[in-house]
């Protein structure tokens, strides 16, 4: 949360005050739900660092996926 001007400078994004407060929410929401997957992921595991790879991997496929970036092969 400390470097959220910095990175919205930094990525061009507009300098209006909505716009940076929704930058700063969305940014905010996804490190807590990171956080919350680890934690869940802990309780399973009984590892600290099995359950933080665990959820970075699951968050990291989960964006690919919903972002459109990964496709169906028979689409393509």
């Not at 470097?3 to 909505?18: D, W």
């Not at 790879?53 to 496929?61: C, E, K, P, Y």
């Amino acid at each position: 949360m400390l470097f959220v001007p910095f990175r919205t400078r930094v990525t061009g994004l507009q300098p209006y005050s909505e716009n940076f407060l929704h930058y700063t929410i969305i940014i905010f929401f996804l490190a807590m739900f990171g956080e919350i997957m680890s934690v869940l992921l802990m309780g399973a595991f009984m590892n600290p660092a099995l359950a933080t790879s665990n959820a970075s991997i699951i968050l990291s496929a989960t964006g690919l996926m919903a972002s459109g970036f990964l496709r169906y092969v028979y689409k393509i």
